[in-house]
């Protein structure tokens, strides 16, 4: 992936490629930020599709499948090419690993309570809400990612 990404920089004029290089992380945290979205909708889509007779957990169960193999390719891209993050051992996969979930269940409360306060309890429209609900999310995944799942080890500089 890391080869064909690479590729696909090389073939823009250089002024681009600069702006690329420059800001990298983030075109990187959009780009996979956008699979995860269709991985997402795809997922949820088949989940509709293979529950015949749309009972009422279908949407239940839709939201909960997706979310979870959403939030794990995510969780998989990010760290190895938006972050570049490396484990050494099993403890410190599984640490990172329920660092971007936590931050994931917080932003998808976060999410939550969006909805409820604005599309509730205020009227607002369901459908703007939905998008300014998503920047913001996005927005908030990436700084939690950033500062608090992703984060730069400090080196050690006992001596």
């Given at each position: 992936?890391?080869?064909?990404?690479?590729?696909?920089?090389?073939?823009?004029?250089?002024?681009?490629?600069?702006i690329y290089y420059k800001y990298e992380e983030k075109w990187l945290y959009v780009l996979f930020g956008g699979l995860t979205t269709v991985v997402s909708i795809v997922s949820k889509l088949l989940v509709?599709?293979?529950?015949?007779g749309e009972p009422k957990w279908e949407s239940t169960a839709g939201v909960?499948?997706?979310?979870?193999l959403a939030v794990t390719f995510a969780f998989f891209t990010n760290k190895k090419y938006v972050f570049k993050n490396e484990t050494k051992t099993s403890q410190e996969f599984w640490k990172v690993f329920a660092s971007f979930y936590g931050a994931r269940l917080a932003t998808f409360f976060m999410e939550e309570v969006i909805f409820v306060v604005c599309c509730d309890i205020m009227n607002m429209n369901k459908t703007v809400i939905t998008f300014v609900s998503q920047v913001?999310?996005?927005i908030a995944n990436y700084i939690l990612s950033k500062l608090f799942v992703f984060k730069e080890k400090k080196e050690n500089t006992n001596g």
């Open positions: 992936m890391e080869k064909f990404i690479k590729a696909c920089v090389s073939i823009l004029p250089k002024p681009l490629q600069d509709f599709w293979a529950i015949p909960v499948i997706s979310w979870i913001l999310i996005f």
